[in-house]
């Protein structure tokens, strides 16, 4: 034998469950290290009560919580949406998945058609993916039909509508696509 002891395994410890100053103090640890909507923030609280229990005869203040934070300016589901939906611009996503994603945060629907993107945005969004993707006149060399059809079928996915995909897809050169791109900007830009 090597001498060697061993120890009984260590057992879980069980986190004590939340009043209503955990329940605080976990809300405000969340909204000060993410950005994020009323529902996400919402959906958060409820998943650390499930599993963590509440100490309480009441029922946990969740939504008051959430409403408090709002109140305070600390969860804005308005500024939250610009921010998502500019950065899922930026990265090549189309205006479908965009509201997607905004929707599945909870952002309420007259936000989100607040935010929808203009001709321009949606076609510079595509430009971003192409490019990034290397799709269309960004391809290093010409691509045979299939690659051609399954480039088409992620930008699809990506959430662009399919007669900006074709432009971009049918473009001759970069300087086209990007000219292309330009004719719709009138000043808009990604948030």
Known sequence: MTGRQTRPPREKRVPKPLDKAGLEELALAYVARFATSSRKLEDYLKRKLRERGWDGDDQPPVAATVMRYVDLGYVDDAAYARAKSGGLLRRGYGPRRVAQALGAAGIAEDIRDDLRAGEGA??????????????????????????????????????????????????????????????????????
Do not use: C, T, Y
Request: overall charge negative.
């Open 122 to 191: 949606q076609r510079g969004a595509a430009l971003a993916l192409a490019r990034k993707r290397r799709f269309g006149p960004f391809a290093a060399e010409p691509v045979e039909r299939e690659k051609r059809e399954k480039q088409i079928a992620a930008m699809l996915r990506a959430g662009h509508g399919f007669d900006i995909v074709r432009a971009v897809m049918n473009a001759e050169s970069v300087s086209e696509a990007e000219r292309w791109a330009a004719e719709a900007q009138d000043g808009e830009d990604f948030e």
